[in-house]
């Protein structure tokens, strides 16, 4: 089976773009049998109104839970293999600790 790996990302997140660099490194070390699919996650609804504090006061609460599990939100690689997820942990310095976990993946 073919395995798929997924770049989820938002255009307006400056993380997404710091990680540029380094996904274009992982890309270039892939190997041929792994098909990778875009996802574009997280965009808001256009707006030109303030976010509500109560708003922002949840969303600052997620953040600060989900960072302390480990997962900073976008950019995030995801492989699916045989009807099977794998989260894969970004490194936004270092290519080879994303190409490690991959190629420790079953499938490839």
């Known amino acids: ?11 307006m997140c400056s993380w997404c773009w710091a990680f540029r660099p380094v996904w ?7 190997p041929e049998s792994l098909q990778v699919k875009y996802l ?3 965009l808001a609804p256009d707006s030109a109104l303030p976010m509500e504090a109560a708003t ?6 997620e953040i600060r839970r989900s960072q302390g599990m480990g997962v900073a939100g ?7 293999c045989n009807d099977r997820y794998q ?8 290519a080879s600790v994303i190409v490690q ?8």
């Not at 989260?87 to 270092?94: A, E, G, S, T, W």
Request: proline residues 4%.
């Open 74 to 80: 976008f950019p995030a690689l995801v492989v699916k």
């Open 40 to 42: 574009l996650g997280g």
């Open 56 to 61: 922002q006061a949840v969303l600052l609460s």
């Open 101 to 108: 976990q991959l190629a420790n993946c079953q499938c490839l």
């Open 24 to 30: 274009s490194a992982v890309q270039a070390q892939l």
């Open 87 to 94: 989260h894969i942990r970004i490194d936004y310095n270092d």
């Open 1 to 11: 089976m073919m395995a798929v790996l997924y770049y989820i990302h938002d255009p």
